[in-house]
């Protein structure tokens, strides 16, 4: 069994961490982000590996910064076969990476070198991918730029929302890292460099992405409405009023034997409105609302909220 320092934040990680604790190794400490304040009451909160940790007895470590000597003395005193991360959150110094003697293994929810970088699960729903996976890979001082030790791919469901992503990815995640410990084991893990001219990226979401521009297609905006979903949320406006948009469904076609006089509608107008949907004109097709929020109340499913809505009335 190997003795690892095991480095990751949020939830993503933990199946990754489980299965090390389950196999069997030396956790010799878990690094995370420091505690963060979150909600309206600004509470102090500790991510979840900080939680799994404390749990299972494993030491914790909360660096505010990695390339502090202090630091990674305290790395070098752990004195690690391996490093592991798992949407950590930072990039490691070339001081830590050389510390253990198999390097450091990162676990990352895309198929690399495609979606290198922060929300490679948003991103890959937002630009309309039919497929993702993971990949383990020997971490060097780049941005996910390391070699290719193993990839696992899944493909993606027209209705998938990137929480559900997250969450099969996180268990394949896992999987994964349990194949390439095995193979590092037997000596056969191989690594692959890679083909940096593909590189893609998935830059960290920020809340304005999540706003709907209603003259794209609709099958981008039920994209968009997928893949921010559960965070930051993809959001309209209506009356003055900001709506969050939970849930669509794509159409090309309304069903209605005055359907084609939608065609001369702007794009962002609500053409019809009934219990099975909120139908708003796209600059291609149509999108059918299912579920929404206005500001400081619950979610809606369309059946309870579509009297709200005026058909001809517009959103943006």
Not at 2 to 20: N, R, W, Y
Not at 265 to 286: A, L, N, W
Not at 294 to 305: I, T, V
Request: charged share 25%; proline share 6%; net charge neutral.
């Amino acid at each position: 069994m190997l003795k690892i320092v095991f480095m990751g934040t949020p939830e993503f990680a933990l199946p990754s961490l489980d299965m090390l604790v389950r196999e069997g190794h030396e956790i010799a400490a878990v690094v995370t982000q420091p505690d963060k304040p979150k909600g309206r009451g600004q509470k102090l909160c500790c991510p979840p590996v900080k939680e799994y940790a404390d749990k299972n007895g494993i030491i914790v470590l909360q660096p505010y910064k990695v390339k502090t000597p202090d630091f990674i003395y305290s790395i070098k005193a752990l004195e690690p076969d391996l490093l592991v991360t798992a949407a950590y959150g930072k990039i490691l110094p070339l001081e830590i990476l050389n510390i253990p003697k198999y390097g450091c293994i990162n676990v990352h929810a895309s198929l690399l070198p495609e979606y290198r970088g922060a929300a490679p699960i948003n991103w890959a729903i937002i630009n309309g991918e039919l497929k993702t996976g993971v990949t383990t890979m020997l971490t060097d001082i780049g941005m996910d730029t390391g070699d290719i030790l193993l990839k696992k791919e899944m493909n993606i469901p027209d209705d998938m929302i990137a929480g559900e992503l997250h969450d099969k990815l996180a268990v394949f995640g896992a999987e994964c890292l349990k194949e390439t410990l095995a193979k590092l084991k037997d000596n056969t893990l191989y690594r692959i460099p890679q083909q940096h001219e593909k590189a893609s990226y998935a830059p960290m979401l920020k809340k304005d992405v999540g706003l709907i521009s209603w003259g794209k297609p609709s099958r981008e905006i039920h994209n968009l409405v997928r893949g921010t979903n559960p965070w930051p949320v993809a959001y309209t406006f209506y009356k003055e009023k900001r709506v969050k948009i939970w849930k669509t469904q794509t159409e090309l076609r309304l069903e209605n034997e005055n359907d084609a006089c939608y065609d001369a509608y702007q794009p962002g107008t609500i053409c019809k409105r009934d219990k099975d949907g909120i139908f708003v004109k796209c600059g291609e097709g149509f999108i059918k609302i299912l579920e929404l929020q206005f500001d400081g109340c619950r979610k809606l499913c369309s059946d309870e909220c579509w009297h709200n809505f005026e058909s001809g009335e517009s959103l943006g």
